[in-house]
């Protein structure tokens, strides 16, 4: 029987497409069969609960809860013993977990692990506990959307008291678990960008915000013959040269600190713009792809990955990144047609989208 992942590196397994395709179809069937037969009040209750159960992860990451419980299942009690938390407390945050699916609950409230759950252990492949830190750390803009509604501004700012990368400039920590929480999501979509298109032809590639280098690393190690020019702001490109050296890609790839918005190195056959373009509104937006229109030779390649909102009601990750954004730092996620206009806007044409494995796809954009 054919197999239904396919492994570029080591460690993280991608879906196919084609299996991809069929797991967002079953879900998108179940999911409308379950409101269909959901009474319309109880399908408002759950909505509005969502927030609770995203405090409880986050929470039993902060903790280390799922750490816990790596040798085998474990007593409530004893966990709590070992975390310095109510053991009874802890319990009810457990059960509730468990009937996510993350965790399963045992015989005489012990707990043991489940894949979900799995995830939520420190240092292991595939391990969210940044993202989950992150979730944490932001969480208080969420409480300003309204005043997101009424002005259109990001909420950010009047929380933290400057702008996010500002912010993080003058908090390395915080910009770092930024880092690790962005490098946990690349690194998987890393494998389905290289699983579905082709950078052959590339002998140079820059990856304009490449953070913390997660997903040029894996790009770099698909395609040995090529080079490639990390750019990031100061804050965070000295993590980004420790990161690909520890990789030993250093001498495949050179780390340039920067603005992105003043200029964007030049001599490159591709320029990546992996998760950025959506930081920003359109105007910074135009921007910064100013700076990769200078820098770009005729015939230079500019990829945008991004998540591209579909049309119609369906249920995509990007509805809700894209409210993120917006209390964030006023970005957006954008439509095919948003990123045409934006992107004619700023001297490009697209050439083509190519869909991964991920609701991630990569635009394909050259000089018009
Ligand atoms: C959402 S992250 C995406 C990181 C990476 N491309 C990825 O997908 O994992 C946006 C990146 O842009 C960088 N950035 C923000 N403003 C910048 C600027 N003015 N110049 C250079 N980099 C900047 C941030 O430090 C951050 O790493």
Redesign the pocket.
């Known amino acids: 029987m054919q197999s239904n992942t396919n492994t570029i590196d080591d460690d993280v397994k991608v879906p196919s497409k084609a299996a991809a395709q069929v797991y967002h179809w079953a879900s998108n069937v179940l999911d409308k069969l379950k409101r269909g037969i959901t009474p319309p009040h109880l399908h408002v209750l759950e909505l509005l609960d969502g927030h609770k159960v995203t405090q409880c992860l986050c929470v039993a990451m902060r903790l280390g809860v799922a750490d816990q419980l790596n040798d085998g299942p474990k007593a409530c009690a004893d966990m709590a013993r070992a975390l310095d938390v109510n053991p009874d407390a802890l319990y009810r945050v457990m059960r509730l977990l468990a009937s996510k699916q993350v965790f399963k609950e045992l015989p005489d409230r012990r707990f043991e692990l489940t894949p979900a759950a799995a995830m939520l252990r420190t240092g292991v492949k595939g391990s969210l506990r940044a993202w989950a830190g992150l979730t944490e750390q932001t969480w208080g803009t969420w409480e300003y959307l309204i005043d997101s509604l009424r002005t259109g501004q990001p909420m950010f700012e009047k929380v933290f008291g400057m702008p996010i ?1 500002d912010y ?1 400039a003058k908090h390395p920590e915080k910009s770092e678990l930024f ?1 690790q929480a ?2 946990e ?2 690194r998987p979509i890393a494998k389905a960008i290289v699983m579905s298109y082709a950078f052959s032809g590339i002998d140079r590639l820059v ?1 304009v ?3 913390d280098g ?2 040029l690393s894996v790009i770099l190690r698909a395609h040995p013959r090529m080079k490639a020019t990390l ?3 100061p ?2 490109a000295e993590r980004a040269r420790r990161s690909i050296d520890a990789a030993g890609l250093g001498e495949r790839c050179e780390v340039v600190a ?4 003043a200029s964007v190195p030049a001599g490159g056959d591709a320029y990546l713009l ?3 373009l959506h ?1 920003w509104n359109d105007e910074r937006a135009l921007a910064l792809l100013a700076s990769c229109h200078r820098a770009m030779k005729q015939g230079a390649r500019l990829l945008i990955v991004e998540l591209i909102i579909p049309p119609g009601n369906e249920p995509f990750i990007g509805k809700i990144v894209d409210i993120q954004m917006l209390l964030a730092t006023g970005g957006r996620e954008r439509t095919k047609e948003e990123y045409e206009a934006l992107l004619d806007q700023a001297g490009f044409r697209i050439r083509r989208a190519v869909p991964t494995a991920f609701p991630m796809s990569v635009i394909e954009a050259v000089r018009t």
């Open positions: 990368f993080y880092d962005m490098a999501l690349s990856d915000g490449g953070g997660s997903l750019l990031e702001g804050w965070a920067g603005d992105f918005f992996k998760n950025v930081d």
